[in-house]
């Protein structure tokens, strides 16, 4: 009865992961009538999109694309950052600055690893959990996670199914009924992904619910000018939005052996 201990594992694995997700769900829930609808009359800065969308990482991509799109840093298509005028506008552009040293000039990866921990990032990072527009620290494996993990479990019940109905056993019990009996695991899995998908969607590990009605609102501005819907779209969407080749090979440039600065 070799299948029946699999299907025992199939139902443990599944159960657990619907079971955290379902709470992740009720959590969200919670979150989102306390926060109603955030904070009343609150417009996102560029900076704070970036980080609802992305994260830290996402701020210091968008502070070097913007800065390199002024002329004021230099983003060559080999990976190497170079900074133009010395004189950041913002906390975050000191970052970036301070980040690449006082030669001048850095990889970029380095660069982006070093902003994303600054310090102008962290207090942003507050600041919106504070206005209930980010999700705290704590809570970022939520939901999102919770999809992940039945995604898994969908795919492990999937795996071990199949090891039941390969594996040559000495029962007589049809292989049809075998199959149906993981079948019911793995229709729980899907069901929840069904579900979740109903009622959580879009899922994120960065933005509340409330910060993530703010980004559908940004991302529909149309008064802006073309340089601010740009970067717009770059907040949300990170360097794939980057229209300029060398400056999208710039950020999808890897460390090599005996790479050379400019």
Request: hydrophobic share 50%; charged share 20%; with cysteine.
């Amino acid at each position: 009865m070799f299948w029946v201990l699999l299907l025992l594992l199939a139902w443990i694995v599944t159960a657990l992961a619907c079971t955290r997700l379902c709470l992740a769900a009720v959590r969200a829930a919670a979150d989102e009538a306390q926060e109603a609808t955030g904070v009343p009359g609150h417009d996102l800065t560029l900076y704070e999109a970036a980080f609802l969308s992305g994260g830290p990482e996402r701020v210091a991509e968008l502070t070097l694309v913007s800065m390199a799109r002024q002329r004021r840093l230099l983003l060559a298509h080999t990976g190497w950052a170079t900074v133009v005028d010395p004189r950041g506008r913002d906390e975050m552009e000191r970052s970036v600055i301070g980040a690449i040293g006082p030669e001048g000039q850095s990889r970029i990866a380095p660069v982006r690893a070093a902003a994303s921990a600054a310090g102008a990032v962290r207090h942003l990072a507050d600041r919106l959990v504070r206005a209930g527009l980010a999700v705290p620290d704590g809570a970022r494996t939520t939901v999102a996670a919770g999809v992940r993990r039945v995604r898994l479990a969908a795919l492990a019940v999937t795996a071990l199914g199949a090891i039941a109905l390969l594996t040559p056993g000495p029962t007589g019990v049809p292989r049809a009924l075998v199959a149906m009996w993981f079948g019911l695991p793995l229709a729980l899995a899907l069901g929840c992904l069904l579900l979740a998908r109903v009622e959580a969607h879009p899922y994120s590990r960065w933005a509340s619910p409330a910060g993530q009605r703010l980004l559908s609102a940004l991302a529909r501005k149309t008064d802006a000018g073309d340089d601010l819907r740009y970067l717009i779209r770059v907040a949300v969407r990170g360097v794939r939005a980057v229209g300029e080749p060398d400056l999208r090979a710039a950020f999808a440039h890897r460390d090599r052996t005996g790479s050379h600065a400019l």
